[in-house]
């Protein structure tokens, strides 16, 4: 179900955030009989207003009452209910869902970007296969018509509302959405889109048969080391840096298997040297043993509104990268270096009250590895110049037996599969 993934502190959080917004958007616009008369605003875009932060209410309320027989009740007093004003509200979007599951008679963005990658994965001869996982899904359209490729879907996204949202409209199938339009308005009237959601029969059949939806952190993915043939990336790539979003795809892709990326590299992360060109996305890929199979764009408005005077576009890239037959195996004259992100750390405690005790560990992001005390003095060495021959040299510990210089490689291998580490 929709919440099955949540851990109890994650439950704690999004209770307490939808008690904040239900809170927050039961309120009525203040002293509106005022605003309408000394500064000319509509008493109809008023309505207008309350109009949607009732359904927005109504929303959170009914995701709120969902929720909260699941939560642990001392989980939940335990965690501090932060306060909102009413002007830094966040409303409940629903731009996407409109996008995907209406009907837009003016501009079908879903419609061209899915008929895109038919076309494109078709004339690329990509078959059939097993698996496929989309990362960061919305609002699950694509993983839902592009399920006929494969056995088996998952689909995430870290948005416990996208994922409630493609869930209730699976249940109802026919959803009235409204939604706000604050700025550049023609007309009183288009202060909110009204959108009638549909999904078809067919599509809940393919969801009950094959996909999988659930709330997840792409940095921590609940599936198991190469189990995914096709991976993709729809408008999501530019969410996380590639250095942390790698770790994952590698680490869930089969051999052979295909990432498949669509959407702009626009970034939603403040860190400038990890905001990568197309160019250097494509290099990053080359140099981890991947070979480049697409490479072109794609223009569309998104988010396209008929009741706005405004619209983005957007340069979409098309990419598909191949995952090579293995993981290169370290040998003693391989040159390494350590992600930057990697965290290194030595524990020491007294045992007995008298000798101490060390403990040593690498962590990067969600994962963590114990570490032998060999492996981290080898890797505080690592400097991207010297072989790991000449640095076991350094620690005067080159003697060592064959056995044990292969169990030293394993680890090394596995911090490798795992983004910890990589080959110069």
Same mark, same amino acid.
């Given at each position: 179900?929709?919440?099955?993934? *949540? ?5 704690? =959080?999004?209770? &307490? ?8 958007? $039961? ?44 939560? #642990? ?11 909102? /004003? ?9 731009? =996407? ?6 009907? %837009? ?25 097993? /698996? ?5 899904? $919305?609002? $699950? ?13 998952? #689909?995430?996204? #870290? ?7 493609? &869930? ?13 339009? *604050? ?74 298997? *295909? ?17 990568? /060109? ?16 697409? %490479? ?10 008929? &009741? ?15 995952? $090579? ?14 992600? &930057? ?46 072989? *790991? ?36």
């Amino acid at each position: 179900m929709v919440f099955d993934n *949540l851990t109890d502190d994650e439950k704690a =959080y999004w209770l &307490n955030y939808l008690v904040r917004m239900e809170g927050l958007h $039961g309120q009525t616009v203040p002293q509106k009989e005022h605003l309408a008369i000394d500064n000319g605003i509509s008493a109809r875009r008023i309505a207008l207003i309350e109009e949607a932060n009732l359904f927005y209410k109504n929303i959170y309320t009914k995701i709120k009452d969902e929720l909260y027989p699941l939560v #642990a009740k001392e989980t939940l007093l335990t965690k501090e209910v932060q306060s909102f /004003s009413y002007e830094s509200a966040t409303p409940f979007s629903f731009g =996407y869902l409109i996008r995907d599951w209406g009907h %837009n008679s003016t501009y079908d963005q879903y419609g061209i970007i899915h008929s895109f990658l038919e076309e494109k994965l078709q004339a690329m001869n990509v078959s059939a296969a097993p /698996s496929a996982l989309f990362l960061g899904c $919305g609002t $699950g359209r694509y993983a839902v018509d592009l399920a006929y490729r494969y056995n088996q879907v998952d #689909a995430f996204d #870290a948005s416990l509302f996208m994922i409630w949202s493609i &869930n209730h409209l699976k249940k109802v199938r026919t959803w009235e959405v409204v939604q706000k339009v *604050l700025r550049n308005c023609r007309t009183i009237e288009d202060t909110i889109q009204r959108v009638t959601l549909k999904m078809t029969e067919e599509q809940v059949r393919t969801i009950d048969e094959k996909v999988n939806f659930f709330i997840a952190q792409a940095s921590n993915i609940p599936l198991d080391q190469g189990a995914i043939n096709h991976i993709y990336s729809i408008y999501f790539t530019d969410v996380l840096p590639l250095n942390v979003l790698f770790g994952e795809l590698d680490r869930l892709l089969a051999a052979n298997g *295909l990432f498949i990326h669509f959407g702009p590299l626009e970034y939603f992360f403040n860190t400038e040297l990890e905001m990568l /060109s197309a160019e250097e996305v494509a290099l990053f890929f080359q140099k981890k043993g991947y070979r480049i199979l697409a %490479n072109e764009f794609l223009a569309t408005r998104h988010l396209f509104n008929p &009741n706005s005077m405004r619209y983005r576009m957007y340069d979409n890239w098309f990419f598909v990268a191949q995952k $090579g037959d293995a993981q290169a195996r370290l040998t003693l004259s391989d040159v390494l270096v350590v992600n &930057n992100a990697v965290e290194l750390r030595v524990t020491r405690r007294a045992k007995d009250g008298k000798c101490m005790e060390a403990s040593y560990a690498a962590s990067f992001h969600q994962k963590a590895y114990d570490l032998p005390e060999i492996i981290y003095e080898l890797m505080l060495k690592i400097d991207g110049k010297t072989t *790991l021959e000449q640095i076991l040299w350094q620690l005067e510990i080159s003697d060592i037996i064959e056995e044990e210089k292969e169990q030293l490689l394993a680890i090394l291998q596995e911090l490798l599969e795992s983004n910890f580490i990589a080959l110069k």
